[in-house]
Structure formats: C-alpha cells, structure tokens
C-alpha cells in the first residue's frame, strides 16, 4: 500500500471515529485542536479552527475538487514543516467535525 494511499486510510478512520464517538466537548474548535495536536499540529486554535472551516467550504462549493487539493491548500497554510500526512490528517479531522457530509472525499481518495 502506498504512503498516500495509509494516509489517507488513517485520516479516513480518524474522521469515521469521531462521527461514531459522542460528542466528548460542547466546542468543536476544542475538539479540532485537540484531535490536532494528537498529530503534532500545534499553532493558534481560531486560526486552525478557521482554516478546518474554509477547507470544508472549499470542498462544498468545489473550489476543490478532490482531497489532493484539499490536503495541498492546507499545507500551504500552515507551518513550513507540516508533512504531507499532517496535511491530511487536518483534513480528516476537519472533515470529522466541521463537515462529516464530505467524507466520501476522503473515501475517494483511499479507494483510488
């Protein structure tokens, strides 16, 4: 399996579980920061947060078009040294709270 491909897999299942967990937070901008920092994404929490709300809106009004893109503005918003699988573990985390309708997104890009 590709390094992509168990990226993806990974942001996929991480987006899955938290649609199946209860709401732990009233706040999902917590939630996000949390869930971000698990991966070792740190940085101000609004501007995560508003970053995680424009990639869903992006993705609804099809600015883009698939996680690929998605995964590439988010890289090119956050810290320098933010890896590709970072990348698209924000995206599956803010798919996971902020967006959960597109997370065939992200089974498109694991099933490719």
Known sequence: MSFAKRVLTAALAASAALLLA???QA???IEFADQL???GIYGQRD???WL???TCKRLFTGVDGDAYASAKFISL???RDTSQAQAFQ???AAIGIYCPEQVS???AAAAQ
């Open 52 to 54: 995680g709300k424009i």
């Open 47 to 49: 501007y995560n947060a």
């Open 90 to 92: 924000f995206l599956g």
């Open 27 to 29: 706040d999902p901008d």
């Open 37 to 39: 920092h698990g991966f």
């Open 22 to 24: 209860a709401p732990a």
């Open 105 to 107: 997104v992200l089974q």
């Open 77 to 79: 918003n956050l810290a």
